[in-house]
């Protein structure tokens, strides 16, 4: 039997508290108009004390099972994509998976820095398209602000917290038609770990650390690599980039991002952009530009939707999906 993993539904869920521009200026020498022009942020949320990224993985999880008509029951297969699990072990998925109540069947986490959720996306179709599990919540989640050097203004102004969730379900291609995800590529070059790490960890100090970034580094590299990853899927798929509907990209750098719509030659009005109230919220910053695009009616049922991420490792990948 041949399996395609198809989008039942999706859900965002970001915290209450929000930190402006403003706000940071009073902290770090910067300014409103510096982060605007250079990165298109002027506010993110930040989690609150005791908010832990499993408590907004299980408020986005449960809105996409709502989206998608389930219940947790529905679900064997959680994958959470974090750089910010609640502890070292076990996976912030096997907590989520006890907080939404979902019985048995698989759960771990995926660490690929801002390209979690690429990285998770493509994980999960293989297992679903294997016929190994049935219905997968796919969630990027991050509390963000917990490593951050918050006097660091090259890199404290950039982040914010939330979490996005999809529901994907493994689905024989007579029923699925063609809906599910098309093509993934996936790429890390270990060699660039210097360019965006974080400066503690388990093995290494015994602590978390912060993140520390070559912005400017990351930054080249940026436009390039992204753009190839998306070429990459939809060659795959045998499909113009320029038929996509909607360009989904993780939100690092609204400069970023417009470099890339100029390079592969897309439309301004095919971006969902959310980097003005969210700033960069790593691997959960494609599932909610997703959700922003379908609450707001622009992403419809049968849309092609082009996502792509690069983060830390240097990771970088695209994936493609008729929704
Ligand atoms: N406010 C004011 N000035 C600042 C700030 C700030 N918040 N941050 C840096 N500056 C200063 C620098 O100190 C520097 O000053 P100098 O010229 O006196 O030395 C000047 O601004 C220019 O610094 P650059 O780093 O060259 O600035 P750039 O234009 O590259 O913008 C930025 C910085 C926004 C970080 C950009 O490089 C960027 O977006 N990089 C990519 C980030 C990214 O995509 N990360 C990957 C995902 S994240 C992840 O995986 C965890």
């Known amino acids: 039997m041949s399996f395609k993993a198809v989008l039942r539904g999706c859900g965002a869920f970001l915290p209450e508290k929000v930190l402006t521009n403003d706000d940071l200026s009073k902290r770090v020498d910067t300014s409103d108009e510096w982060i605007r022009e250079r990165t298109g942020i002027r506010e993110r949320h930040v989690a609150s004390e005791g908010e832990l990224t499993s408590d907004l993985a299980a408020h986005a999880a449960r809105a996409a099972l709502k989206d998608a008509g389930l219940t947790a029951d529905d679900i064997d297969l959680i994958i959470v994509a974090t750089t910010t699990p609640d ?20 759960a771990f986490d995926i660490q690929a820095v801002c390209t979690g959720f690429v990285y998770a996306l493509s994980t999960a179709e293989k297992f679903l398209c294997a016929g190994q599990h049935k219905r997968a919540l796919v969630i990027g989640a991050e509390t963000f602000s ?40 996936l790429r890390c070059d270990g060699r660039l770990v210097d360019l965006l790490y974080v400066d503690g960890g ?58 890339v719509v100029k390079k592969l030659d897309l439309r301004n009005d095919q971006v969902i952009s959310t980097i003005a109230g969210q700033g960069n919220t790593s691997a959960a910053s494609i599932p909610l530009a997703y959700c ?19 983060g830390g490792g240097l990771t970088w990948g695209a994936a493609l999906m008729r929704v």
Not at 205 to 220: A, D, E, I, L, P
Not at 292 to 303: H, L, P, Q, T
């Open 292 to 310: 922003a695009g379908v609450a707001d009616g622009r992403i419809k049922k049968g849309d092609l939707v082009l996502f792509e991420a690069m």
């Open 202 to 259: 388990v093995s290494a100090t015994q602590s978390t650390g912060y993140v520390r970034m070559q912005g400017n580094k990351v930054f080249r590299e940026a436009v390039t690599r992204i753009s190839q990853a998306m070429v990459a899927v939809c060659e795959e798929a045998n499909v113009p980039v320029t038929d996509i509907d909607w360009f989904v990209p993780h939100q690092a750098n609204e400069r970023i991002i417009q470099g």
């Open 87 to 106: 502890l070292t072990f076990p996976s912030t998925a096997a907590i989520v998976q006890a907080k939404i109540g979902a019985g048995a069947g698989a």
């Open 146 to 185: 917990r490593i951050l050097d918050w006097e660091d203004r090259g890199t404290c102004v950039l982040f914010g917290d939330g979490a996005g969730a999809f529901v994907l379900e493994a689905q024989e291609e007579s029923e699925a038609g063609d809906r599910g995800v098309m093509a993934s590529f």
